[in-house]
């Protein structure tokens, strides 16, 4: 099939390289020119495992190509995918601009009849939205094409997109046209080899199931990190905890970690557009507002305990001439994105109490210089920023932090080694024996916050 895909960021780049994978003609259009020229020379935009190479094997190959003229790229493609930014406006709704300005430049394009899918992640009403918004368009122009609009919504995981898009869990495809339905299917048929998962209903329920589906991944964080600060006050360990609810086949294991907060570029934008969507036709969401609160707060946790352990209360600044490494500043491991990371919160924190903030992380470097610039210090070594630190926050739960070397930690950490562990990694048993004071989350870790002092 022929397909362009508007918006070459993480969806749609992933979504181009994989259709592209799988025979069809694909064409990635973005707005910005510099970007498009990038991607012909084969610089990647964004980092995501495997996503370099396909680009550049389809590339050479003929089937993925890369243009900012959206004219050329609508009249070449029966499938339009909109898969362009919905960024949240000051009241937490997504703005829709970018996918309607889309979606007017087809309608001002289009030639014969087309199939306009939105991609991106947008409210429930959406697709009558864009519906209008081509339609306007074509009116302009004393034109009656017939085309229609279909909700399919992407279920990727940043870190493992390519995966994710390749094989599956489900293909959720919203239209009311049952011819449109079976190109979709057509389309998306060399990703369900093992198993079919492709799932028709109409447009508002697919708009509605992306939403429902990240508000409940959501939920799950923010109910084990409460569980996890009530295992702290009440001497449980909320490792044991998540083995013993998760064994039971009603709940499951996923999304039942204990960590700093949720980020990223989808949960907390999407748990605010939907409470918004809730306000607006006058629905009280206050679960979701909730696990908003929750997570806000939660992101506050690692840099309380720290001040509490090194603080000194009698200072302005409690963590004045301290020095604290960070390993880890992706909002989740396998990606650069640092959207909302939890990160952010905590070592903007640190600055203000006075730190000298050291950090590290395997691919967020560039990132974090744009949000922090010369205020912390940036190292690719995760070992150099311990030296003579006066303590080690683990943030994001990288691959490279499972199983260090904990005798070069604690020979470079000051006494008395303070690990503050954001994703319990370590066992407390080992980290005692290496003769580290373990901090972890929802778990009792070794020595008192008063031996600490």
């Known amino acids: 099939m022929r397909i362009s895909v508007f918006g070459a960021g ?8 994989c259709f592209a994978e799988s025979g069809n003609a694909v064409i990635a259009v973005d707005v910005d020119a510099k970007k498009i020229e990038e991607l012909k020379q084969g610089i990647i935009p964004i980092y995501e495992p495997g996503l370099k190479e396909m680009v550049l094997r389809n590339f050479s190959e003929g089937r993925l190509s890369f243009t900012a003229d959206v004219s050329e790229a609508v009249r070449s493609s029966l499938i339009n995918f909109i898969a362009v930014g919905t960024p949240p406006g000051e009241d937490g709704s997504a703005d829709l601009q970018y996918v309607l300005e889309v979606a007017g430049e087809i309608g001002r394009s289009m030639e014969s009849y087309k199939i306009i899918v939105d991609k991106s992640t947008v409210p429930v009403g959406t697709a009558d939205k864009v519906r209008r918004a081509v339609k306007e368009e074509l009116d302009r122009r004393n034109l009656s094409l017939e085309f229609d609009v279909v909700s399919n919504p992407e279920f ?4 493992a997109a390519i995966d994710d898009f390749m094989k599956p869990d489900r293909v959720v495809i919203g239209t009311d046209n049952v011819r449109t339905a079976e190109i979709m299917k057509e389309l998306y048929d060399p990703f ?38 009530l295992c702290e006050c009440m001497g449980a360990d909320v490792a044991a905890v998540r083995e013993g609810i998760g064994s039971d086949s009603r709940i499951g294991y996923d999304f039942l970690f204990p960590g700093p907060g949720y980020g990223g570029s989808c949960f907390p ?5 939907l409470i918004m969507s809730g306000e607006e036709c006058g629905f009280d969401l206050r679960l979701l507002r909730a696990v908003e609160e929750v997570n806000e707060l939660q992101k506050e946790v690692l840099a309380k305990k720290l001040i509490r352990a090194l603080g000194t209360p009698d200072e302005e600044k409690t963590l004045t001439g301290r020095i604290v490494a960070c390993w880890g500043l992706s909002f989740k491991p396998r990606t650069d994105d640092m959207r909302e990371a939890p990160s952010i919160t905590i070592i903007e924190r640190l600055i203000a109490e006075g730190a000298t903030v050291r950090v590290h992380d395997p691919e967020a470097l560039k990132e974090a210089k744009k949000i922090f610039g010369e205020r912390v210090e940036y190292s690719g070594n995760q070992y150099e920023i311990l030296s003579q630190a006066d303590a080690l926050v683990v943030i994001t739960d990288w691959n490279e932090y499972r199983n260090p070397d904990f005798d070069r930690m604690a020979q470079s950490l000051k006494l008395p080694r303070i690990v503050v562990d954001g994703r319990n990694l370590y066992k407390p048993g080992r980290m005692k024996d290496a003769g580290f004071c373990y901090l972890p989350l929802g778990r009792s870790g070794n020595g008192s916050m008063e031996e600490v002092r």
């Open 156 to 159: 990727l995981k940043e870190g």
């Open 269 to 273: 934008k999407d748990v605010k557009a």
């Open 10 to 17: 993480y969806v749609g780049l992933v979504a181009a390289a």
């Open 192 to 229: 369900m080899r093992k198993q079919n998962r492709m799932i028709v209903m109409d447009i508002r329920s697919a708009e509605m199931t992306k939403y429902a589906a990240n508000a409940m991944l959501a939920l799950r964080i923010s109910f084990m990190n409460q569980i996890a600060g």
